[in-house]
């Protein structure tokens, strides 16, 4: 158990709907990072936040959105839902950020687009 | 920009026998390097990290990991593989000093064993 919570586990929703993905990091760790993993795709970083801010963005479309709350859990928004945003969500947390800081992944959030 | 190549995407072996999963990475600074173990239904666990000092590092569940700079690669290894290990590996870069704490992952290993 790596520490990080991941609510739902699973998701299924239809193409055009919106959804939201919830993470809760470690106890004190302030940075967050949402990563997607896809058959086509592999493992692609799409944004961390640190502390409440953005800090980084990766590949994330315009659809996704994502905050940091001040109680440090995360939200990824996913709108305007296609058959390709299918994919395993993660969301890692670290203490820090700008460092080599070890990342802890959660277990991952499944989500399926019919 | 940093990438990393996994140059197996499937590795097969028997029990007992060593294993060794390559890697390959490209970055235009100083990079840190993770290996990553992926159990089926599961998040990603840190199996061991390259962050500076000694090239051979020595990680969880027998596994090590050594850095060539010259060759710019970061094979992991291990002496015995055992059926528990059957996962997908994923070797993980990050040049933070540009890219900030975010990871770059290869395409992933299967490491299938077979008693």
């Known amino acids: 158990d790596s520490g990080v919570t991941q609510t739902p586990k699973h998701l299924i929703t239809a193409t055009g709907q919106r959804v939201t993905l919830r993470c809760s990091p470690r106890s004190g760790d302030l940075s967050v990072y949402w990563y997607q993993q896809s058959l086509d795709q592999g493992l692609q970083f799409l944004i961390q936040y640190y502390n409440g801010e953005e800090r980084a963005k990766g590949n994330i479309l315009e659809r996704f959105s994502a905050q940091q709350f001040p109680d440090l859990h995360s939200e990824l928004n996913l709108s305007s839902l296609e058959l390709g945003d299918s994919a395993l969500y993660f969301c890692?947390?670290?203490?820090?950020?700008?460092?080599?800081?070890?990342?802890?992944f959660g277990p991952g959030t499944r989500l399926t687009v019919t | 920009a940093q990438s990393v190549t996994q140059l197996d995407s499937q590795v097969p072996v028997f029990e007992e026998a060593p294993v060794e999963l390559r890697c390959n990475y490209s970055s235009s600074v100083s990079v840190y390097l993770f290996w990553y173990v992926q159990y089926p239904n599961q998040g990603l666990q840190l199996l061991l990290k390259?962050?500076?000092?000694?090239?051979l590092v020595k990680g969880i569940n027998g596994f090590e990991a050594e850095f060539n700079k010259s060759q710019t690669s970061f094979h992991l290894r291990k002496p015995s593989v055992h059926i528990s290990d059957t996962a997908e590996y994923f070797c993980?870069?990050?040049?933070?000093?540009?890219?900030?704490?975010?990871?770059?992952f290869g395409e992933g290993t299967q490491l299938t064993v077979n008693p």
């Open positions: 890692a947390s670290s203490v820090g950020v700008g460092g080599p800081y070890e990342q802890y």
């Open positions: 390259y962050l500076s000092g000694s090239t």
């Open positions: 993980a870069v990050s040049d933070w000093e540009t890219s900030g704490s975010r990871l770059t």
